[in-house]
């Protein structure tokens, strides 16, 4: 059984910064991790993911913004997310799996941290 607990969200301006993270209970080396977020109204959508050893890869809309990694000895994943703009607003959530799901079919949630981004 895996725990994901999520931290790190909070309300800034255009342009600023955040780093959230995601403490994992439970064995997750080389497990497939991802973030993905929701906005009111909207799907939830994968931001990025990260897989066994460290392939990485991010969704387009956050390509060059943001970066997701993993620190195995802490089993803590984090998602860097620089110059952020108003559409990056709306609820993260992390999620682990033991291989990558097709879609959002990942077997373990996080409650999500909110990320507001006013102009």
Do not use: H
Not at 5 to 12: A, K, L, P, Y
Not at 79 to 101: F, I, R, V
């Amino acid at each position: 059984q895996v725990q994901l607990v999520e931290s790190g969200g909070g309300s800034v301006q255009a342009g600023g910064s955040l780093r959230l993270s995601c403490v994992a209970s439970g064995y997750t080396f080389r497990y497939c991790m991802a973030w993905f977020r929701q906005a009111p109204g909207k799907e939830r959508e994968k931001v990025a993911v990260i897989v066994g050893l460290g392939s990485t890869g991010v969704a387009g809309s956050v390509k060059g913004r943001f970066t997701i990694s993993k620190d195995n000895a802490k089993n803590t994943l984090y998602l860097q997310m620089n110059s952020l703009k108003p559409e990056d607003t709306g609820m993260y959530y992390c999620a682990a799996s033991p291989s990558c799901p097709g879609g959002d079919d990942f077997r373990y949630w996080g409650q999500g941290t909110q990320v507001t981004v006013s102009s």
